[in-house]
């Protein structure tokens, strides 16, 4: 009964940071998955560095985005940060 008494404290702390911390992390990982995979000619899109532009293509790892004045540039997937307007 001891031990259970010094492993309750430690069991409720793992507890609240599996609720606060990693879950939304897991969430938010996989809205990103979702968004990525999703992604279609002709959306508008922000890169994680505040560029924004159109989806020209894409392949598996890259996208290449038009940035409006017909400069087209190579972007890899996991710096797509939000998609503005759905094609």
């Known amino acids: 009964m001891d031990i259970l008494g010094m492993l309750l404290p430690f069991i409720?702390?793992?507890?609240v940071m599996y609720f606060l911390m990693i879950r939304p992390a897991q969430k938010r990982q996989k809205e990103m998955?979702?968004?990525?995979s999703n992604l279609q000619k002709g959306d508008e899109?922000?890169?994680v560095g505040?560029?924004?532009g159109v989806v020209t293509s894409f392949d598996a790892n890259?996208?290449?985005?038009?940035?409006?004045?017909?400069?087209?540039?190579?972007?890899?997937r996991r710096a797509l940060h939000q998609v503005v307007n759905n094609a």
Do not use: R, S
Not at 62 to 76: I, N, P, R
């Open 62 to 76: 890259h996208m290449y985005v038009d940035l409006g004045d017909g400069t087209v540039v190579k972007f890899e």
């Open 50 to 52: 505040g560029i924004n």
């Open 33 to 36: 998955n979702n968004m990525q």
């Open 12 to 15: 409720a702390i793992f507890a």
């Open 45 to 47: 899109i922000v890169t």
